[in-house]
């Protein structure tokens, strides 16, 4: 069920909490068929609302359908019940996992599918969940509610409560603070300085996972030929570059300007195939001022919607997003990993080709723990895999003694 502001948060939390009991007690197996039937409503719900969505995420429309399709491709129920079985399997001896209570959610707004995992994790696991969606980008979240709501409504109606989707402005402080002391776990996704924020409002005893800023980098050593580079251009326009995952630099053992020629063709394609939405205004400058760095330190390629820069060895400057790429050469894989640990946690995505460089993450610092993939497949995590170095069931469980 959504909810503006005008709506009562008190009301809205008594209705959640008394759902903690029934939905622990309906199962595991249960919550996964539940979640999965209400997987095909939501999808029917959310392409008859393209043009809603794209108002809300300020993406295109066939950069939408491609997320939204890459979105559900694994969330069925054979991959839900996987993830009960293996934290079943994680479980110490002599206990089981169980849910840990009401789940807050502070959901992201830059990328409009990421919403769903913020969703589906914790109810999996017998949490209700209240989410905080920004109104920048809330659409997306309150479609799978009223679809989650309709089909609990029909198989099991006192469930009907057990997701909440709440949209208020950053400024209702009070709000915030009232979802926070109720809440056994929290999970808020945004920028370093906002998760650090809500840190400090949380009770000693509340389970909290921050997801803060973050980005991804790429490193290829072999050839630049046609087909790699138009994999790794999926990466770029996935989302119009704006996730956590999104790639900002490309590494090359290679040459940087054979890499930037065939990544430029591969871009002026997508341009026409999956076109970028509107660029915001309060980064328009930043974009300039970017592509003007890019130019004075090495070379610049623009094209209608994107530009390339080809920039000297070292770290790379981070780019605005927005379909903003730069080039950078290598002369070893040592000269990548020290670069890439420099960005700590921070560092959410890497991007390879082959098997060579996917057994560099084995000699990042322990608390470096990026998702690897191969080009064309960076932005497009399943549900099952691990979220920064954690499996999908930790923070919405608590082991139990098992009698």
């Given at each position: 069920m959504s909810l503006r502001l005008?709506?009562?948060v008190a009301d809205r939390l008594a209705r959640a909490l008394a759902c903690e009991r029934p939905l622990d007690r309906l199962g595991g197996a249960r919550r996964a068929e539940?979640?999965?039937?209400?997987?095909?409503?939501?999808?029917?719900?959310?392409?008859?609302?393209?043009?809603e969505l794209e108002a809300s995420s300020g993406l295109k429309k066939a950069n939408l359908l491609r997320g939204l399709s890459d979105a559900l491709e694994s969330m069925s129920l054979e991959r839900f019940i996987e993830i009960l079985e293996r934290a079943e399997r994680s479980a110490p001896p002599g206990t089981r996992p169980s849910p840990l209570g009401l789940h807050l959610s502070i959901l992201p707004s830059n990328v409009f599918t990421a919403p769903l995992r913020a969703l589906i994790l914790p109810l999996l696991f017998?949490?209700?969940?209240i989410a905080k969606a920004s109104s920048r980008g809330d659409r997306l979240a309150h479609l799978f509610a009223d679809a989650l709501t309709e089909t609990f409504a029909e198989a099991e109606?006192?469930?009907?409560?057990?997701?909440?989707?709440?949209?208020?402005s950053s400024q209702e402080r009070d709000l915030l603070e009232r979802l926070l002391v109720q809440a056994k776990s929290v999970a808020a996704y945004g920028t370093d300085?906002?998760?650090?924020?809500i840190r400090e409002l949380l009770p000693a005893q509340t389970r909290y996972q921050a997801h803060g800023s973050g980005l991804?980098?790429?490193?290829?050593?072999?050839?630049?030929?046609?087909?790699?580079?138009?994999?790794?251009?999926?990466?770029?326009?996935?989302?119009d570059q704006r996730g956590c995952l999104s790639p900002h630099a490309l590494f090359t053992l290679g040459?940087?300007?054979?890499?930037?020629?065939?990544?430029?063709?591969?871009?002026?394609?997508?341009?026409?195939?999956?076109?970028?939405?509107?660029?915001?205004?309060?980064?328009?400058?930043?974009?300039?001022?970017?592509r003007a760095v890019g130019e004075a330190r090495g070379e610049l390629i623009e094209g209608h919607d994107f530009a390339i820069t080809i920039e000297p060895a070292g770290p790379p400057r981070?780019?605005?997003?927005y379909r903003n790429i730069a080039i950078i050469p290598l002369e070893s894989k040592t000269e990548f990993l020290r670069i890439a640990a420099s960005f700590g946690q921070r560092l959410k995505a890497l991007g390879i080709e082959s098997e060579e460089c996917a057994s560099l993450i084995d000699e990042l610092p322990l608390l470096v723990s990026p998702r690897i993939s191969r080009f064309g497949e960076m932005q497009r995590p399943a549900i099952d895999e691990p979220w920064e170095g954690l499996a999908p069931h930790e923070g919405f469980v608590l082991y139990r003694a098992a009698w």
């Open positions: 005008v709506d009562s539940l979640l999965a039937a209400a997987i095909p409503r939501f999808e029917s719900r959310a392409r008859e609302s393209i043009a017998g949490n209700p969940v109606p006192a469930l009907r409560d057990a997701l909440f989707v709440l949209t208020f300085q906002t998760v650090r924020a991804g980098l790429a490193l290829m050593d072999g050839p630049a030929d046609e087909a790699t580079l138009a994999r790794f251009a999926e990466d770029i326009i996935a989302f040459d940087a300007r054979q890499a930037a020629e065939a990544l430029e063709r591969a871009l002026s394609a997508a341009s026409f195939r999956r076109p970028r939405g509107a660029l915001p205004l309060e980064l328009a400058s930043a974009q300039l001022q970017w981070i780019s605005p997003g």
